[in-house]
């Protein structure tokens, strides 16, 4: 039977697949693109009965192709921390681990289900996703020194940066490539250790495109709100959201969001929740076209330049109750 592994390009998705694929190595078919590419279960042809594994992505945003998957007599697992939907399909060859509490991940999910055996995979990951307090603790907890718990946090962050673009032309590197060389490694320390070119090309882009970032002009700011503004240039979409958890962490009372211009007119907007206080994101982003995510992190994907001024309003009133 055919199986299919559909993933978010991000840290989360990359590592919860890196996971599976460790403790069940086969071969496989990979869908995934860039980070803000998450309808990505209509790929997966609904012709003949398959196994579909999908990875960090909205249910929400894909229950109409599972529902045809399920149809056609797919088995479907689906790990997730996003918006679900209203309720779950109910079908005997769904199988669902979707939590969205704000303090969790895929990956971590992924962690659970496959009883820790790759616990350095997760402790990345939850760097990456910027549950920054998580992977601190998870470190700890496992015995890793200060100095390997911040090689995890650099390689997350890394892969996180590496699925932020408008296409697969603005990453450094396609997502599925990012998954074919991690998995080679059943320790991300192993990968880090051997530090392999394409890493260190990696962590060169990340340095030099938060560095031109953290000098962005502010477009708002308020006691609880802060929002930055990036020219439509391809260094812009790649630091958008790696950006949007710097700023967070930085300014823990106050949601940010990066506004990034598009052609068009339109704008890409990343949102973060305020670190002490890790709700309501996605709630601001589905009032806008084209806005979803989770609790703590969402994003719009075409912000019409007519609703820029309410969603300016929106952030500054949203978390000032």
């Known amino acids: 039977m055919q199986i299919y592994d559909v993933f978010n390009g991000d840290a989360d998705g990359i590592c919860a697949l890196i996971q599976l694929r460790l403790a069940e190595p086969v071969n496989t078919t990979l869908i995934t693109g860039v980070k803000r590419d998450t ?3 209509r790929r997966v042809p609904a012709g003949a009965p398959a196994r579909v594994n999908i990875l960090d992505i909205s249910l929400d945003k894909n229950r109409s192709a599972v529902d045809s998957l399920l149809a056609a007599g797919c088995s479907v697992l689906y790990v997730d921390h996003h918006f679900p939907g209203e309720a779950l399909p109910d079908n005997p060859n769904f199988t669902a681990l979707i939590d969205t509490q704000p303090t969790t991940c895929t990956s971590l999910l992924m962690d659970q289900y496959l009883g820790g055996r790759f616990h350095h995979w997760a402790i990345a990951a939850a760097f990456g996703d910027n549950l920054n307090a998580v992977g601190e603790d998870l470190a700890a907890r496992a015995g890793l020194s200060a100095d390997q718990a911040g090689a995890l946090k650099t390689l997350g962050v890394c892969i996180n940066y590496n699925g932020y673009g408008d296409s697969v032309e603005d990453l450094h590197f396609h997502p599925a490539d990012v998954f074919r060389e991690c ?16 890493w260190q090309q990696l962590q060169d882009g990340y340095k030099a495109d938060m560095a031109k970032g953290l000098a962005a002009p ?3 700011e308020t006691e609880t709100s802060l929002l930055v503004n990036l020219p439509n240039e391809a260094w812009a979409r790649r630091v958008s959201g790696v950006l949007g958890n710097e700023l967070a962490n930085r300014n823990p009372g106050k949601a940010c969001a990066i506004v990034t211009e598009k052609a068009g007119g339109s704008f ?3 949102i973060r929740a305020p670190l002490n206080n890790r709700t309501g994101a996605d709630e601001v982003a589905r009032q806008f076209p084209t806005g979803g995510g989770r609790k703590a992190a969402a994003g719009i994907n075409a912000l019409p330049a007519g609703q820029l001024q309410s969603f300016l309003d929106t952030m500054a009133e949203f978390w000032a109750g």
């Open 39 to 41: 309808a990505l279960a």
């Open 183 to 198: 998995v080679k490694f059943e320790d991300p320390l192993d990968l880090i250790d051997s530090a392999p070119p394409a």
């Open 268 to 270: 890409q907007v990343s």
């Open 218 to 220: 502010v477009l708002s």
